[in-house]
């Protein structure tokens, strides 16, 4: 059985009044959400609301748009991602990224997508570290019993819920304490993303994850808490709601959620 580690221990995530811009144009206004450690957060709420932008200030990715810029913190166990000792490699290690469409390097074999973070991290591993490691991934990404005879082929020439929990797994492999997924299930069929979703549940007791999902039902079954996000009449998205998702679901305080929720609108 593998022995290497996957992740360290999962991290509080705490955004404290959050606003954003892409040059004058604001997209997000003091937004303030709890991730707690080792449970699913889901991100709800109709298209261009802005929690992929959120999402992406979250692991230091909005400053790579060059008219982007942000107010407010992102702490990490306490810590702000944005303080500025804190290189955004360091960051982006400990707070991994899965996005809407499976990207595996198409040419890189299974094996070398699994292991591609850790030059960007500085680990070293030995032949024999590292065999544990992509199966150890490939274990907790639900992928292991379909490619285990064909790691040396490429990425590439996978299914695209395959190539998806692939990227999970090289995700996994730098240890991250928290997993954010941009929507990471829309381009796949049903079958797919069930078992994205049973990796998802299987997962979140190792790492925390947040997840931006348009699917209700889907925000239903995987996710422990829910923030609604909305933007108004060409106002900045802000969150109008958040809890737990049973309460959520179940007794929303605001109509908006409810309308919201049960496709009433968005």
């Given at each position: 059985?593998?022995?290497?580690?996957?992740?360290?221990?999962?991290?509080?995530?705490?955004a404290?009044?959050?606003?954003?811009?892409?040059?004058?144009?604001?997209?997000?206004d003091?937004?303030?959400l709890?991730?707690?450690?080792?449970?699913?957060?889901?991100?709800?709420?109709?298209?261009?609301?802005?929690?992929?932008?959120?999402l992406?200030?979250?692991?230091?990715?909005?400053?790579?748009?060059?008219?982007?810029?942000?107010?407010?913190?992102?702490?990490?166990?306490g810590?702000?991602?944005?303080?500025?000792?804190?290189?955004?490699?360091?960051?982006?290690?400990h707070?991994?990224?899965?996005?809407?469409?499976?990207?595996?390097?198409?040419?890189?074999?299974?094996?070398?997508?699994?292991?591609?973070?850790?030059?960007?991290?500085?680990?070293?591993?030995?032949?024999?570290?590292?065999d544990d490691?992509?199966?150890?991934?490939?274990?907790?990404?639900?992928?292991?019993?379909?490619?285990?005879?064909?790691?040396?082929?490429?990425?590439?020439?996978?299914?695209?819920?395959?190539?998806?929990?692939?990227?999970?797994?090289?995700?996994l492999a730098?240890?991250?304490?928290?997993?954010?997924?941009?929507?990471?299930?829309?381009?796949l069929?049903?079958?797919?993303?069930?078992?994205?979703?049973?990796?998802?549940?299987?997962?979140?007791?190792?790492?925390?994850?947040?997840?931006?999902?348009?699917?209700?039902?889907?925000?239903?079954?995987?996710?422990?808490?829910?923030?609604?996000?909305?933007?108004?009449?060409?106002?900045?998205?802000?969150?109008?709601e958040h809890?737990?998702?049973?309460?959520?679901?179940g007794?929303?305080?605001?109509?908006?959620?409810?309308?919201?929720?049960?496709?009433?609108?968005?």
């Open positions: 059985m593998p022995n290497a580690p996957i992740t360290a221990d999962p991290a509080d995530l705490h404290r009044a959050v606003s954003a811009w892409f040059g004058e144009r604001k997209v997000l003091r937004v303030s709890a991730m707690p450690a080792g449970q699913v957060t889901a991100l709800i709420g109709p298209s261009g609301c802005g929690k992929s932008t959120f992406r200030i979250l692991n230091r990715m909005h400053e790579l748009v060059p008219s982007a810029s942000l107010a407010g913190e992102v702490l990490l166990d810590v702000d991602v944005y303080a500025p000792q804190r290189r955004f490699t360091e960051v982006r290690a707070v991994g990224m899965v996005f809407q469409k499976p990207n595996p390097f198409p040419a890189m074999s299974i094996y070398d997508n699994v292991t591609a973070g850790l030059k960007l991290t500085g680990r070293r591993l030995s032949r024999a570290q590292k490691l992509v199966e150890s991934c490939l274990i907790k990404a639900g992928l292991w019993n379909e490619v285990a005879d064909r790691l040396r082929q490429p990425g590439g020439a996978l299914s695209g819920g395959q190539q998806q929990r692939l990227c999970i797994a090289r995700s730098v240890s991250p304490r928290v997993l954010l997924m941009d929507e990471p299930c829309s381009a069929d049903p079958t797919s993303t069930r078992r994205i979703e049973e990796t998802i549940r299987e997962l979140m007791h190792e790492v925390t994850i947040v997840i931006v999902t348009h699917n209700m039902q889907q925000a239903a079954r995987i996710s422990d808490r829910c923030a609604f996000f909305l933007a108004e009449q060409g106002t900045p998205g802000r969150i109008v809890g737990t998702t049973e309460a959520m679901f007794a929303p305080t605001d109509p908006r959620t409810a309308d919201y929720i049960h496709g009433r609108f968005g």
